[in-house]
C-alpha cells in the first residue's frame, strides 16, 4: 500500500463523518439554507487565500522541477478556478470576500490554516505535503459522493461538478504521487494527515453552526 493510501485509509472513518455531516448531506440535496452555503464560501475564500500560500511554500521547498511545478502550479491554477466559484456565487449576492466588514476567517479557519503553515514552514517536506493533501481528496471524494444528487435545477451544482470533475481528481493523483515519492516517515505522514482531515470535518461544523469569535464586531471582549 503507498504512502497516500494509507494515509487515506487511516481517515476513512473522518470522512465518512463529513459525508454524514448535515451540512454535506443538505448540499447535496439541495435544501441547504443559502445563509449556510454563503457562511461556508466567505470562510473558504480566506482558507483559499492562506492555503495558496501555504501552496507555494511547498513550492520553493520542492526537491526538483516536479515538486516546484505541481505545487506552483496548485497555487495559481487549481485555487485560482475555484476562487472564481466564490466570486460568481458572492459577487451576484453583492459581497466581496476580500472587501473590509466583510466577515473575518472563522476560528476553524485561522487554526487549520495556521496548521498548515506550521508544517510548511518547520515540518519535513513529506510531512508538509501530507498535511495539504486532505484538501485535495476530501474534496474530491465529496465530489464524487453528491455528484449522483445532481439535476440542472440543484442550486449547488456549480459548486458539486467543480469537484466531481476528473481534471480535479487528476490533480488529486498528482498530489499524492508526489507524496508516495518523497514519504520518508509513514508514520508521521499518517498523523499529519489524519489532523488535516479532521480540520476538513471542523470547517464544515463551522460553517453549519455559523461559528464566529467571541464579541465579534466589538473592539473588546463581551461582559
Known amino acids: 500500500m503507498s504512502a497516500a493510501e494509507a494515509a487515506w485509509t487511516a481517515a476513512s472513518g473522518w470522512f465518512g463523518a463529513i459525508v454524514e455531516h448535515p451540512f454535506v448531506v443538505e448540499l447535496g440535496d439541495g435544501s441547504l439554507p443559502e445563509e449556510a452555503f454563503t457562511r461556508y464560501l466567505v470562510d473558504d475564500a480566506h482558507y483559499l487565500d492562506r492555503y495558496a500560500r501555504v501552496l507555494a511554500q511547498l513550492a520553493v521547498r520542492g526537491a526538483g522541477v516536479r515538486d516546484v511545478e505541481l505545487f506552483a502550479s496548485a497555487a495559481t491554477g487549481a485555487v485560482v478556478a475555484e476562487r472564481e466559484l466564490h466570486t ?22 485561522r487554526a487549520y490554516t495556521g496548521f498548515l503553515l506550521e508544517m510548511a514552514v518547520s515540518a519535513p517536506f513529506d510531512v508538509a505535503v501530507a498535511a495539504v493533501l486532505p484538501c485535495f481528496r476530501v474534496y474530491a471524494e465529496v465530489g464524487r459522493h453528491l455528484a449522483a444528487e445532481v439535476g440542472d435545477d440543484h442550486p449547488y451544482a456549480a459548486w458539486i461538478r467543480t469537484y466531481a470533475d476528473p481534471e480535479f481528481d487528476a490533480a488529486v493523483r498528482r498530489a499524492e504521487d508526489c507524496l508516495d515519492r518523497v514519504t520518508r516517515d509513514e508514520p508521521a505522514v499518517i498523523d499529519a494527515y489524519l489532523t488535516a482531515t479532521r480540520f476538513e470535518w471542523m470547517f464544515w461544523d463551522a460553517a453549519w453552526r455559523g461559528e464566529r469569535w467571541p464579541g465579534s464586531g466589538r473592539t473588546s471582549p463581551p461582559r
Open 88 to 109: 460568481g456565487w458572492l459577487g451576484s449576492r453583492g459581497l466581496d470576500p476580500d472587501a473590509p466588514g466583510v466577515a473575518e476567517p472563522s476560528p476553524t479557519c
